[in-house]
């Protein structure tokens, strides 16, 4: 990265916003270095995209500031804030064809003729949408209308782009293909952008930096990585990714104890007779090799469910939970051995990677 993106592009501080009584977010306060592609996630009405309106001066913060470029634009209208925004509903004009839709915020600028049409064709040529300059939104795709939204929203060259819940209303293939698309773009372009999701895989494939929000507060932000590997929460662990939750209580020999079984793991935070939660991915629970005697678990196969790259294996193990435990076996792996329904088979998971959460 240059010097200069690592200079921070846009600071909120401080910023709450409230609905009569109903506080939609809570003293917010972020940095977002230039050309970062951040991401705002979490759940239906935790206030992400509360958050992203009044960066966009769409919604009027109740108190804290936005400062844009060392310039608080905390009360311009959003017509003086330099960014594009992208919705989820699209929002074309449906009587415009794809070329006017995009060259919409170029003609309000008082562009030239010339320079409208190089632009226009330019952009067209980055979302590959080349030969369809002359259709309507109505003879699009979804995939094809949402690529001209963003190419409509990055026409004028906005120092910030705003994405809102952008893919939601596609199906799978496309959602992945334009994933990959906009992130590609961004990179290309350098433009700073913020995107709202709910989608954790969304957020992990395409954020440089991601922060979880819940009941209007930012709870966590991190690297796609930390979070999925560091989760502070049970909230956060559960909802990035897949989480085995396991009742224990830390014992005096500071393992933790689940039912009738000891498991070694870090209890350093915690002191003896904590109710704690055991926490461990399903990708990180394997099958015993020889050598292996730590976190040994005798479990039996309950349930099998392919799901193409990967077999979710559910196991019955009740001396150590009354829950059935997940283990996701990678397919070739679950080929080979030939996973059958009520085998007994000896699980184990690392110190390392168990986690200890407070109840």
Known sequence: MTEQKNNTYLAVNNLSKSFGNFEAIKNIGIDIKEGEFVCFLGPSGC?????????????????????????????????????????????????????????YGLINNKWKKDDIKKRVDELLDLVNLTEHASKYPSQLSGGEQQRVALARALATSPGLLLLDEPLSALDAKVRVFLRKQIRDLQRKLGVTTIMVTHDQEEAQTMADRIFVMNEGEIIQSGTPSEIYTKANSPFIASFIGSMNFIPATIDS??????NNIEINCDTSSFTENDSVQLAVRPEEIYFKQENQDDNVISATIKEIEFLGSFQRVYFEAKSFSNELIIVDVPSA??????????????LYFSKQDARIYST
């Open 47 to 103: 206030g992400k995209t509360t958050l992203l309106r009044c960066i966009a001066g769409l919604e009027t913060q109740t108190s804290g500031s936005v400062i844009q470029k060392d310039i608080d634009i905390s009360h311009e209208p959003p017509s003086n804030r330099d960014f594009g925004i992208v919705f989820q509903s699209y929002a074309l004009f449906p009587n415009l064809s794809v070329f006017s839709n995009i060259s």
């Open 253 to 258: 020999s500071k393992k933790v104890k689940c």
């Open 333 to 346: 792996n679950a080929r080979k051995i030939k996973l059958i329904i009520d085998e007994e088979i000896n």
